[in-house]
């Protein structure tokens, strides 16, 4: 049974050698880090299609009907010939005043240009478009504008610039 038993343990004795060798050379290959990719840089925003210089409502006249001003400036590349306004108005205690001729929650100011590319409008005045004596702000919500190619495009309110110091007197949201 010796003779036996002793051949028996061979094949174990030599296991277990070859099991630490394995067992080290593992050890001795640690993975490499893996450098994490770098997201590629986010695009920059596009540039305003228009920039506000000044907008705000006139002083209400005969029987509450208020007039609108805009001066804006054409940020696009390409010479405008008509620009309409989205726009909504307030009172001062946050209450919504609807358009005057429609009855809308919105309205639509348009002008005729043409304004070539980084050409300032200059005040622009739209008459008795809103109808309430507490009437104390509007907002561009957007614009839909019509170069002279005839392409048409509307762009929403993120994409129009006020100015800082428009920015800075607060926003027209209807929140008071």
Same mark, same amino acid.
């Given at each position: 049974m010796?003779?036996?038993?002793g @051949? ?9 050698? +070859?099991?630490?060798t394995?067992? +080290?050379?593992a ?6 880090? $893996?450098a ?7 695009? *920059?925003?596009p540039p305003?299609?228009?920039v506000?210089?000044?907008?705000? =409502?006139?002083? =209400?006249e !005969?029987?509450g009907v ?7 400036? #054409?940020g696009?590349q390409n010479?405008?010939d ?9 009172t001062n205690d946050?209450?919504? $005043?609807?358009a005057k001729?429609t009855g809308?929650e919105?309205?639509w100011?348009?002008?005729a240009?043409?304004?070539a590319?980084?050409? @300032?409008?200059?005040d !622009?005045r739209w008459? !008795? $478009?809103w109808?309430?004596?507490?009437? @104390?702000?509007f907002? +561009?919500?957007g614009a839909?504008? +019509?170069?002279?190619n005839? $392409?048409?495009?509307?762009?929403? *309110?993120d994409r129009i610039?006020?100015?800082p110091?428009?920015a800075? !007197?607060? #926003?027209?949201d209807?929140?008071?």
């Open positions: 010796n003779a036996n038993f @051949s028996r343990q061979r094949p174990h004795r030599l296991l277990v050698p +070859i099991a630490l394995l067992m +080290i050379a050890c001795a290959q640690k993975p490499q880090p $893996v994490k990719p770098t997201p590629p840089p986010k695009p *920059a925003p305003p299609t228009l506000i210089r000044d907008m705000h =409502p006139a002083a =209400p !005969k029987h208020v007039a609108a001003h805009i001066d804006f400036v #054409n696009t010479t405008l008509y620009v309409m306004f989205k726009t909504t108005a307030y946050g209450k919504l $005043v609807r001729k809308r919105n309205a100011l348009r002008v240009g043409p304004f590319p980084g050409e @300032s409008s200059g !622009k008459d !008795k $478009v109808q309430n004596s507490h009437l @104390s702000c907002r +561009i919500d839909e504008l +019509i170069d002279v005839g $392409v048409v495009e509307y762009y929403e *309110a610039k006020l100015m110091e428009l800075s !007197k607060g #926003n027209c209807g929140n008071g």
